[in-house]
């Protein structure tokens, strides 16, 4: 008979491959194709989920799903003081969307992290049609979704008691994409930015960019002493002074690609 958590099964949902784990067992990865002409990027990843899931009739019963940073488009936003409720202030990040991605993003569905008047705001927007498509895939296989994140958001959240209280930089690695935030000592949003670069240790070559960009674009300035934080697959910092790897411990804890599937 199987529990609830043997049923549950967690997936990463990457630009070229699924990883997924059902109900704590070790993660598997597969391929998935390139997306046709004029199809979301997107679709080929649910459709391998699809197979994945009628290859394991009456065995999943909850799935989480996690987003790679190919399908999210994020933004810090300045607090805007005329946004007096969150219908206003969806408006606004709307509008901040609209103005740098043009019409596409009226087709997607916009998130914000929980507001701090006064502060910037990361905001994220994801195509309206991947949650959709991803509950019907779970629907068809008599399953559940439970959940549907950003991977960042979700390591960021895992990981943020380990620099609260001080100032710090904290980069995501995953596979094919470097994200960075900068946070103030009170975790407040200085900067936020991603980039797409080659897998394994390339990330290493673009952080420095990107950091001295987030940097100039600060509000008040980076403290020097701040450390970098490490979190995601495969964020090798042996040997960088001031660089904290931030690493899942225990005999049973996710390593590599099966992080993705558990989020952090």
């Avoid at 927007?125 to 509950?135: G, K, M, T, Y």
Wanted: proline share 6%; with cysteine.
């Amino acid at each position: 008979m199987w529990s609830a958590e043997s049923r549950h099964l967690r997936v990463a949902l990457l630009e070229d491959r699924l990883v997924c784990s059902l109900g704590g067992a070790a993660a598997r990865e597969t391929g998935t194709d390139a997306p046709a002409k004029d199809e979301p990027a997107w679709r080929p990843a649910v459709a391998a989920l699809v197979q994945q899931l009628a290859q394991q009739p009456g065995q999943v019963g909850r799935v989480s799903v996690v987003l790679g940073s190919a399908f999210v488009r994020w933004q810090l936003v300045d607090w805007p003081a005329q946004a007096g409720s969150d219908s206003e202030l969806q408006a606004f990040l709307r509008l901040r969307f609209r103005g740098v991605y043009g019409a596409a993003s009226a087709a997607w569905r916009l998130a914000h992290a929980v507001a701090s008047p006064g502060q910037a705001l990361p905001a994220c927007a994801v195509d309206e049609a991947l949650p959709a498509a991803l509950a019907q895939a779970a629907k068809g296989a008599n399953a559940r979704l439970v959940s549907v994140r950003p991977y960042v958001s979700s390591a960021l959240d895992h990981w943020r008691g380990q620099w609260r209280g001080h100032a710090a930089w904290v980069a995501v690695v995953e596979p094919g994409h470097l994200t960075l935030a900068l946070l103030d000592a009170r975790g407040h949003w200085l900067g936020l930015g991603t980039v797409r670069c080659a897998e394994g240790a390339a990330w290493r070559e673009a952080l420095a960019g990107l950091q001295s960009r987030l940097a100039l674009q600060a509000a008040t300035p980076v403290p020097r002493e701040a450390p970098l934080f490490v979190a995601g697959t495969g964020a090798d910092t042996a040997g960088a002074p001031g660089w904290r790897a931030l690493v899942p411990t225990g005999r049973a804890a996710p390593q590599g690609l099966a992080r993705l599937a558990i989020g952090i």
